[in-house]
């Protein structure tokens, strides 16, 4: 009988580690990997959501587009480590910027112009 709970606490504590290491992979597929501010998808799946939800009256809701000019030449003339670089400055800088309970989303567009 001793063997069963021991094999059952066991059982529990593993069950408590993979929950705890399934919401580290979820942050992780939610976040870009350079900046650390929330990639497209998990944008799409807030907004959905925010949209969805009833706030009752209309609430006012800001989006904002950013280019970082040139960032392919900076690639192509600096190196893409470079480019990473500037990325993640831009991260920190909008990251910086923003209240805690602001939503940060990020979705990287090179043009090949």
Same mark, same amino acid.
Do not use: W, Y
């Given at each position: 009988m001793q063997r069963v709970v021991e094999l059952n606490d066991a059982n529990e504590q593993l069950v408590t580690e993979l929950q705890a290491q399934s919401l580290v992979l979820e942050q992780l597929a939610r976040k870009d990997s350079l900046t650390s501010l929330s990639n497209r998808q998990h944008f799409d799946e807030h907004l959905t959501?925010?949209?969805?939800?009833?706030?009752?009256?209309?609430?006012?809701?800001?989006?904002?587009?950013?280019? *970082?000019?040139?960032?392919?030449?900076?690639?192509?003339?600096?190196?893409?480590?470079?480019?990473?670089?500037?990325?993640? =400055? *831009?991260?920190?800088?909008?990251?910086?910027?923003?209240?805690?309970?602001?939503?940060?989303? *990020? =979705?990287? *567009? =090179?043009?090949?112009?």
């Open positions: 959501r925010e949209l969805e939800r009833d706030h009752g009256p209309p609430q006012p809701f800001a989006s904002a587009l950013i280019d *970082v000019d040139n960032l392919k030449a900076i690639n192509d003339r600096f190196s893409h480590a470079m480019g990473d670089d500037v990325l993640r =400055t *831009v991260g920190h800088i909008i990251r910086r910027s923003c209240r805690n309970n602001d939503f940060l989303p *990020v =979705t990287v *567009v =090179t043009n090949s112009h």
